[in-house]
């Protein structure tokens, strides 16, 4: 039995030839950053390279742009800039060099980059650049995965958005709101009943109950960000909450849409259903920066053969075994 991509399950088997921006391949010296999710970040990555075989066709975009602050000049607000190179971010990653043109000029997209490519901090300049902080309404929606994650997103987008210290005092701050679960977000209920923040970072399942509770409007969001979307994809619960989200409870003609990922399997078949099911405008675009640099040569593929229910206990301790580095591990019932 062979594996089968999770958005496979999801989508139709057929593929039809769409259009595109491809990206030049280029590699980068980014590294992800080791944490609580370093498990999560380990499968993605592991998920990276076992779609090797769907890299998009190159296509060169000669591209003068050095530093980040002249890519986003005229469209992220000067204090946001100011902000992001205190905390480091100057020259452009290869995905940000990429995307933030396109994503300026509007377009829903497909960001597809290895973890720690600097993905976040992509939508993220969007985002800041979008939202309009005098008016009080959720502008821009951020959908995650995990809460480790979404904790890692909102932290970033607090460091870029702080008001600055000289801002007017009837200047309105940019506020981020963590709607993750483990939490009994009532004093998020009441926060969004006071004054709704700007941008909300939340898991699926906080959201489908704030929504569904009529507790939050989503009817003047412009950015909808779904990281992590191969992870989405995995669970039929999720798909439906999110097909609803991006399908009912929001247009696609009102706000940006975009899709984040590490691995985005039958790439194609994924942007043709976007458009197909009216999840992104029909000029959405796939964004794709892959690493050319080599596996290393230290890195050794592993078969652990374990009952199902045992599969995460035994992934976790075989990392725990093996450098985080040094091996891509295949747990699972059998091996075909
Ligand atoms: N332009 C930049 N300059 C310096 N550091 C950067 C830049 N962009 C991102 N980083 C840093 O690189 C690290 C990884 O970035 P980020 O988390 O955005 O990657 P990602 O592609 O979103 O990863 P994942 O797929 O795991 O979500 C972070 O520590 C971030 O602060």
Known sequence: MSSVPAIQLCYPSWVSPVSFTGVRLRSHNFCSVPGPSSCRRKMSSLRSSMASSLVTEPVEVENGVEKLRDLCSGRVPEHVLCRMEEVGFVSPTDIQREA??????????????????????????????VVNTQRSAIQALIVVPTRELGMQVSKVARVLAAKPST??????????????????????????????????????????QMIEKHIL??????????????????????????????????????????????????????????????????????????????LPSTLQHKYVICKKSERHETLLRLLQLDSPDSCIVFVGEQVC
């Open 217 to 294: 409007k989503l009817d003047m969001m412009k950015v909808l960000v779904v990281d992590e979307v191969d992870f989405m994809f995995n669970s039929s619960k999720h798909v439906s909450f999110l097909r609803k989200l991006l399908t009912s409870y929001s247009s696609k003609n009102s706000r940006q849409t975009i899709f984040a990922s590490a691995s985005v399997p039958q790439h194609k078949r994924f942007l043709y259903d976007c458009i197909q099911q009216k999840w992104t405008k029909s000029d959405a675009v796939h964004v794709h920066v892959s690493s050319v640099q080599p």
């Open 167 to 208: 801002a007017e005092l009837e200047q309105k701050p940019c506020t981020v709101m963590a709607l993750l679960d483990g939490g009994l977000l009532s004093r998020q209920k009441s926060w969004i009943k006071a004054e709704p923040p700007t941008i909300v970072v939340a898991t699926l399942d906080s959201l489908c």
């Open 100 to 129: 933030l043109p396109v994503l300026f000029s509007g377009k829903d997209c497909i960001l597809h980059a290895q973890t720690g490519s600097g993905k976040t901090l992509t939508y993220l300049l969007l985002i800041l650049s």
